[in-house]
């Protein structure tokens, strides 16, 4: 269930009069619904639509009890908030007997910080329809109410993706602004309306026989037929105007004028013929939308002058709630147990009207105050807002609107609030904090950040020194601090967050675990490894007490990412896998923020090399972000696809994934100007630039690099930033191209001191990396060897690979070496830190292995302008310091039995090391293999 108010009473069809007149040819067109996707009843007020809907349920409840579900929601104008509309409508359908959790995937995706676009939203909720299999008949009544562009072609998208167990009906005055006109010339729709509603003549002898026992004259019902036409609520009030008139319809015969007219005519014939009592009680209760008999007392001890009535007692407001049911009097019960009610519309509409001209404005204000009072001490703030608006208390209105602003803005019913706002005078509300405030969300929500800051500064003034001080502080913190880190300000957004959490009410959970998640993010990004973790920790922890998967899953996303970032490869992989979990905790619902941690899964299997699983997160990822629309996450997806492409020797396609990664940026700029002009939002963006270049420097192109790097200013006195390191690298690796040796030392040997006093394992291991290169080319041996021993101490634990074979020539160059100096028993102990030799042999040997696949399938993409290395004239495997041993033995002459006994190992053993000696040596004999080692000068 959301975790805010709703209504019940919208969720029950009106409860049906026993007096009513059936209409079983209507009741029978209305089943034809069972063949359609939609149902339309369009009319005016007052044809009975309701009720006919009301009647054909109890119809079908009893043709097929159980077998066919009703969900019903009644609207109001206050549902034009897009999640607020959506919300009532899957509540209505766990008011049909699916369940409380039906629709939460779909409802969790608004309350995530980064919500898709309305349709995709609702494929989860189509999806999830769809499979719960049944008959579902969802009824929207009054749905002339809604006019939001944004929920109509949302409906729009759900009526046109209806599963086929799904039937909705939409009642209201006017035809919705549907497609109507596509869904008819398919045969899809099911129509009703005014001259289908409208009371024929037998009808009409029908109703006034039952109502109250009046047989009609020809002349009568000619009467009749002119001027009311068949119109339902006109024949009621006509039926109850004529209760105590001998002279039956003379007082119609020279009425001129149109329905309204009518309406209001034969309203004030029905009132003049109610006690004072009554007619006080009708005109009072007519400013509300809903009442109950505790609520309709707390109006009837206000001091209005209402033709001279006497206070009504509580036990009176039911008596009179019960006398206005037995007479039909436009009352409609809006629950089971018939405790709450409103009027008919129109009739309410014409007793408001009437109450105005019969009381003062100052009386009017008592009434709506009181209301409003009553509606708040009960909890009913959303519905108190409206009449201490009416009531002129704008103080009052503004705290109502105060105390809802969190659980609105948690509940992403931004609509709602803006509409609430707009109420105020302009003047009030810059003069206000708590509607300054409001006002500050609803910018944030829309992503407007510079209005958003401009309007939570201005509450921070004008709450300065208030009582309110330090609940509003809170919240502009919390709004400057994801202004500050949508910005890039990660300090400041560190600040803001941290103080914005020492303020807020620990009952905030959601509010709580994104500032969590912001502070997350902002350390991980300023390279802060352990406040990071601690951060995202406890943001996962109130996702969880939240109840939102679609937050928890974005949370481990970022949490995967920060491993990712500090080189912790392994604990990325056992974070990011926790989403299929949680996913599969959804029913397989695909969840939007999966497409996060499946881009940075790809990252993981792209530096193990493991390419075909790679790609696999890689499609998952491209796959989610093209569902959800996401636009950023998608330019991520292209990233990392072009690296992947780059990775597996397709060039062409992957300069076309840049393409159109840049023609996605250049046409989804940030909507806050803020944005466009900031330093560090042009540096992220480059990005695109930047890997391009790289590619191509590495296919031996150094053009796109020079221009890159002059554009951009990058030089070696650069500082190194975690998020911006890849300009730097490009720039160490252009310098090996133009062998201007010095300069690449100088800046890779900072960015090694950089990386090692912040535990930046993945610029530590490519800076290591580089610099061997450097040394290499500047002709010190020993000096790059034992760099690179260094580069393979850095990248085992973790084992990094992509470095080694994007640069494959080089790699086997250095590995030679390497066996070579551990044939010497020349092994430098302390640079490897006590790493066994066998387990560094053995990555070597992995290594040699991925580049043999790369060489094979045609991948290598090595520029020898930096590696100054020849690709060797035949690759091979590594073999293990024992395999060299036995190898030595087989060499001088010693057979199997007699290396079995030096080794002190059976001769089972003995033959499976020569068994792997051959394979991994080409040979198919021990002659071939000890002459395949000479070559190779393995031994």
């Not at 709450?340 to 008592?366: M, Q």
């Not at 709506?368 to 519905?383: F, I, N, Q, V």
């Not at 975690?722 to 030392?745: C, G, H, I, N, W």
């Not at 580089?770 to 085992?796: D, H, I, P, R």
């Given at each position: 269930?959301?975790?805010?108010?709703?209504?019940?009473?919208?969720?029950?069809?009106?409860?049906?009069?026993?007096?009513?007149?059936?209409?079983?040819?209507?009741?029978?067109?209305?089943?034809?619904?069972?063949?359609?996707?939609?149902?339309?009843?369009?009319?005016?007020?007052?044809?009975?639509?309701?009720?006919?809907?009301?009647?054909?349920?109890?119809?079908?409840?009893?043709?097929?009890?159980?077998?066919?579900?009703?969900?019903?929601?009644?609207?109001?104008?206050?549902?034009?908030?897009?999640?607020?509309?959506?919300?009532?409508?899957?509540?209505?359908?766990?008011?049909?007997?699916?369940?409380?959790?039906?629709?939460?995937?779909?409802?969790?995706?608004?309350?995530?910080?980064?919500?898709?676009?309305?349709?995709?939203?609702?494929?989860?909720?189509?999806?999830?329809?769809?499979?719960?299999?049944?008959?579902?008949?969802?009824?929207?009544?009054?749905?002339?109410?809604?006019?939001?562009?944004?929920?109509?072609?949302?409906?729009?998208?759900?009526?046109?993706?209806?599963?086929?167990?799904?039937?909705?009906?939409?009642?209201?005055?006017?035809?919705?602004?549907?497609?109507?006109?596509?869904?008819?010339?398919?045969?899809?729709?099911?129509?009703?309306?005014?001259?289908?509603?409208?009371?024929?003549?037998?009808?009409v002898i029908r109703f006034f026989e039952q109502f109250n026992h009046i047989s009609l004259s020809p002349q009568d019902l000619t009467l009749l037929d002119q001027r009311l036409e068949g119109w339902v609520t006109g024949m009621l009030l006509t039926s109850l105007s004529l209760q105590d008139q001998n002279?039956?319809?003379?007082?119609?015969?020279?009425?001129?004028?149109?329905?309204?007219?009518?309406?209001?005519?034969?309203?004030?014939?029905?009132?003049?013929?109610?006690?004072?009592?009554?007619?006080?009680?009708?005109?009072?209760?007519?400013?509300?939308?809903?009442?109950?008999?505790?609520?309709?007392?707390?109006?009837?001890?206000?001091?209005?002058?209402?033709?001279?009535?006497?206070?009504?007692?509580?036990?009176?407001?039911?008596?009179?709630?019960?006398?206005?049911?037995?007479?039909?009097?436009?009352?409609?019960?809006?629950?089971?147990?018939?405790?709450?009610?409103?009027?008919?519309?129109?009739?309410?509409?014409?007793?408001?009207?009437?109450?105005?001209?019969?009381?003062?404005?100052?009386?009017?204000?008592?009434?709506?105050?009181?209301?409003?009072?009553?509606?708040?001490?009960?909890?009913?703030?959303?519905?108190?807002?409206?009449?201490?608006?009416?009531?002129?208390d704008l103080n009052l209105a503004a705290q109502l609107v105060f105390d809802e602003v969190s659980e609105l803005i948690e509940q992403a019913q931004a609509v709602t609030l803006l509409s609430w706002l707009k109420k105020f005078p302009e003047q009030f509300i810059k003069n206000d904090a708590r509607l300054?405030?409001?006002?500050?969300?609803?910018?944030?929500?829309?992503?407007?950040?510079?209005?958003?800051?401009?309007?939570?500064?201005?509450?921070?003034?004008?709450?300065?020194?208030?009582?309110?001080?330090?609940?509003?502080?809170?919240?502009?913190?919390?709004?400057?601090?994801?202004?500050?880190?949508?910005?890039?300000?990660?300090?400041?957004?560190?600040?803001?967050?941290?103080?914005?959490?020492?303020?807020?009410?620990?009952?905030?959970?959601?509010?709580?675990?994104?500032?969590?998640?912001?502070?997350?993010?902002?350390?991980?990004?300023?390279?802060?490894?352990?406040?990071?973790?601690?951060?995202?920790?406890?943001?996962?922890?109130?996702?969880?007490?939240?109840?939102?998967?679609?937050?928890?899953?974005?949370?481990?996303?970022?949490?995967?990412?920060?491993?990712?970032?500090?080189?912790?490869?392994?604990?990325?992989?056992?974070?990011?896998?926790?989403?299929?979990?949680?996913?599969?905790?959804?029913?397989?619902?695909?969840?939007?923020?999966?497409?996060?941690?499946?881009?940075?899964?790809?990252?993981?299997?792209?530096?193990?090399?493991?390419?075909?699983?790679?790609?696999?997160?890689?499609?998952?990822?491209?796959?989610?972000?093209?569902?959800?629309?996401?636009?950023?996450?998608?330019?991520?997806?292209?990233?990392?696809?072009?690296?992947?492409?780059?990775?597996?020797?397709?060039?062409?396609?992957?300069?076309?994934?840049?393409?159109?990664?840049?023609?996605?940026?250049?046409?989804?700029?940030?909507?806050?100007?803020?944005?466009?002009?900031?330093?560090?939002?042009?540096?992220?963006?480059?990005?695109?630039?930047?890997?391009?270049?790289?590619?191509?420097?590495?296919?031996?192109?150094?053009?796109?690099?020079?221009?890159?790097?002059?554009?951009?200013?990058?030089?070696?006195?650069?500082?190194?930033?975690?998020?911006?390191?890849?300009?730097?690298?490009?720039?160490?690796?252009?310098?090996?191209?133009?062998?201007?040796?010095?300069?690449?030392?100088?800046?890779?040997?900072?960015?090694?001191?950089?990386?090692?006093?912040?535990?930046?394992?993945?610029?530590?291991?490519?800076?290591?990396?580089?610099?061997?290169?450097?040394?290499?080319?500047?002709?010190?041996?020993?000096?790059?060897?034992?760099?690179?021993?260094?580069?393979?101490?850095?990248?085992?634990?973790?084992?990094?690979?992509?470095?080694?074979?994007?640069?494959?020539?080089?790699?086997?160059?250095?590995?030679?070496?390497?066996?070579?100096?551990?044939?010497?028993?020349?092994?430098?102990?302390?640079?490897?830190?006590?790493?066994?030799?066998?387990?560094?042999?053995?990555?070597?040997?992995?290594?040699?292995?991925?580049?043999?696949?790369?060489?094979?399938?045609?991948?290598?993409?090595?520029?020898?302008?930096?590696?100054?290395?020849?690709?060797?004239?035949?690759?091979?495997?590594?073999?293990?310091?024992?395999?060299?041993?036995?190898?030595?033995?087989?060499?001088?002459?010693?057979?199997?039995?007699?290396?079995?006994?030096?080794?002190?190992?059976?001769?089972?053993?003995?033959?499976?090391?020569?068994?792997?000696?051959?394979?991994?040596?080409?040979?198919?004999?021990?002659?071939?293999?000890?002459?395949?080692?000479?070559?190779?000068?393995?031994?």
């Amino acid at each position: 269930m959301p975790d805010f108010s709703l209504l019940q009473t919208k969720f029950h069809p009106p409860h049906l009069h026993p007096d009513r007149v059936n209409r079983p040819l209507l009741i029978s067109r209305l089943s034809g619904i069972f063949h359609c996707k939609l149902g339309i009843l369009s009319a005016p007020a007052g044809y009975g639509k309701s009720t006919l809907l009301s009647e054909w349920l109890e119809e079908q409840k009893n043709l097929s009890p159980g077998k066919t579900k009703i969900a019903w929601l009644s609207l109001d104008e206050n549902d034009n908030d897009p999640v607020r509309f959506w919300v009532y409508l899957v509540e209505a359908l766990r008011h049909s007997g699916y369940g409380d959790s039906v629709g939460q995937i779909f409802l969790d995706t608004q309350r995530s910080p980064q919500p898709p676009a309305w349709e995709q939203a609702l494929v989860l909720l189509i999806n999830e329809l769809s499979a719960l299999g049944g008959c579902l008949i969802l009824i929207l009544d009054d749905f002339q109410m809604i006019t939001a562009p944004i929920i109509l072609d949302g409906l729009t998208f759900f009526v046109e993706h209806l599963p086929n167990n799904l039937h909705l009906i939409i009642a209201g005055r006017k035809d919705p602004l549907l497609p109507l006109a596509r869904y008819r010339a398919y045969g899809q729709v099911l129509e009703i309306h005014t001259r289908d509603l409208r009371f024929t003549r037998d009808e009409v002898i029908r109703f006034f026989e039952q109502f109250n026992h009046i047989s009609l004259s020809p002349q009568d019902l000619t009467l009749l037929d002119q001027r009311l036409e068949g119109w339902v609520t006109g024949m009621l009030l006509t039926s109850l105007s004529l209760q105590d008139q001998n002279n039956r319809l003379n007082h119609l015969r020279d009425f001129q004028g149109d329905d309204r007219y009518i309406l209001e005519f034969l309203t004030q014939e029905v009132l003049q013929h109610q006690e004072t009592r009554v007619q006080h009680f009708l005109l009072v209760t007519s400013i509300l939308d809903r009442f109950n008999v505790d609520l309709c007392q707390a109006l009837m001890s206000v001091e209005a002058d209402i033709n001279q009535a006497q206070p009504i007692d509580v036990q009176s407001c039911g008596e009179i709630i019960q006398l206005l049911q037995q007479s039909n009097l436009f009352l409609v019960a809006l629950d089971p147990q018939a405790s709450w009610f409103r009027y008919h519309h129109l009739f309410a509409r014409l007793l408001y009207e009437k109450l105005k001209n019969n009381i003062s404005s100052t009386e009017l204000s008592k009434l709506h105050a009181r209301a409003s009072h009553w509606l708040d001490m009960h909890g009913l703030k959303a519905e108190a807002i409206p009449h201490a608006l009416a009531s002129g208390d704008l103080n009052l209105a503004a705290q109502l609107v105060f105390d809802e602003v969190s659980e609105l803005i948690e509940q992403a019913q931004a609509v709602t609030l803006l509409s609430w706002l707009k109420k105020f005078p302009e003047q009030f509300i810059k003069n206000d904090a708590r509607l300054s405030l409001g006002y500050a969300w609803v910018y944030l929500y829309e992503l407007k950040f510079s209005l958003a800051n401009q309007w939570a500064n201005q509450a921070l003034l004008l709450a300065h020194n208030t009582p309110l001080d330090q609940v509003i502080s809170a919240q502009c913190d919390a709004i400057n601090a994801t202004v500050a880190i949508n910005q890039l300000e990660f300090r400041q957004s560190i600040q803001l967050s941290q103080r914005a959490l020492q303020n807020l009410p620990p009952d905030r959970l959601l509010l709580k675990s994104l500032l969590f998640l912001n502070l997350g993010d902002a350390n991980s990004l300023l390279g802060n490894f352990k406040e990071a973790i601690f951060s995202f920790e406890n943001a996962l922890t109130a996702s969880r007490l939240n109840q939102n998967p679609m937050l928890e899953v974005l949370i481990i996303g970022s949490l995967g990412e920060l491993y990712l970032r500090f080189g912790k490869l392994h604990l990325a992989e056992k974070t990011l896998t926790q989403v299929l979990e949680v996913e599969r905790t959804t029913g397989g619902q695909p969840l939007l923020a999966c497409a996060k941690a499946y881009i940075y899964l790809t990252r993981v299997y792209l530096e193990w090399n493991r390419l075909d699983d790679a790609k696999k997160y890689c499609d998952l990822a491209l796959n989610y972000c093209k569902l959800w629309g996401h636009q950023q996450h998608l330019l991520d997806v292209y990233m990392v696809q072009a690296e992947l492409l780059f990775a597996t020797g397709e060039f062409e396609v992957c300069f076309q994934v840049l393409d159109q990664a840049e023609r996605i940026l250049a046409a989804t700029k940030f909507r806050d100007p803020v944005l466009n002009n900031t330093e560090q939002i042009d540096k992220y963006f480059s990005r695109f630039e930047c890997i391009r270049a790289r590619f191509l420097l590495l296919r031996g192109d150094d053009k796109a690099a020079m221009i890159f790097i002059k554009n951009h200013q990058i030089d070696i006195n650069r500082p190194m930033v975690m998020l911006f390191s890849q300009p730097l690298f490009l720039l160490a690796e252009y310098l090996l191209v133009l062998k201007q040796t010095d300069q690449a030392r100088v800046l890779l040997e900072r960015m090694i001191e950089t990386a090692l006093q912040n535990d930046w394992l993945p610029q530590l291991v490519m800076a290591q990396f580089l610099l061997s290169l450097v040394l290499k080319q500047n002709g010190e041996a020993q000096q790059s060897l034992a760099c690179f021993k260094t580069c393979l101490k850095y990248a085992l634990p973790e084992n990094y690979c992509r470095v080694f074979i994007e640069k494959s020539s080089l790699t086997q160059d250095f590995i030679n070496d390497l066996l070579a100096d551990y044939k010497k028993r020349q092994i430098d102990s302390e640079s490897l830190q006590q790493t066994s030799h066998d387990i560094v042999i053995s990555f070597c040997q992995h290594l040699l292995q991925n580049i043999q696949v790369l060489e094979h399938n045609g991948n290598k993409v090595e520029n020898t302008a930096i590696t100054g290395a020849q690709k060797p004239q035949e690759s091979y495997e590594v073999l293990s310091p024992r395999e060299i041993e036995i190898l030595h033995m087989v060499a001088s002459g010693m057979n199997n039995e007699a290396i079995a006994s030096a080794l002190y190992l059976s001769n089972n053993t003995i033959k499976t090391h020569l068994k792997r000696i051959f394979a991994r040596l080409g040979s198919s004999n021990r002659m071939e293999a000890v002459n395949r080692a000479r070559d190779l000068k393995i031994i």
